[in-house]
């Protein structure tokens, strides 16, 4: 299937790229769930990194216009973003191992690394 662009799975990817968020997975979501299109699964070395990670995200979002509503800054074990069709999920890499969002929605969608 074709990617369409989308300026804010950019805007997060480029985000998380400059920040150096490890692992990070996209997920297509288009045609399976009417949540988002893209799910962005990340993490960060530490609580402190998940946090500036999300920080940064949800400030290049805004410098551009978009909207974004977010959880989970005040523990930083896992961040979530909703950035309208986008959902970004930040974690510390023992939380995200446990949740394993990526293996949850592997049968549903198409992963693709970053």
């Known amino acids: ?7 804010v799975l950019d805007i997060v990817t480029s985000s998380l790229e400059d920040g150096k968020a490890e ?9 399976k769930t009417s949540i988002a299109n893209e799910m962005v699964v990340a993490s960060g070395t530490s609580d402190r990194h998940v946090i500036s990670l999300a920080q940064r995200v949800q400030e290049n979002l805004k410098a551009a216009g978009y909207k974004s509503v977010s959880e989970g800054e005040a523990k930083g074990d896992w961040v979530l973003i909703d950035a ?15 949740y394993n969002l990526e293996k949850m929605w592997q049968s549903a969608a198409n992963l693709r690394k970053e």
């Open 84 to 98: 309208y069709d986008v959902i970004v999920h930040l974690f510390r890499p023992e939380v995200r191992e446990f």
């Open 23 to 31: 692992d990070v997975v996209v997920i297509d979501l288009r045609g």
């Open 1 to 7: 299937m074709k990617q369409e662009e989308n300026p």
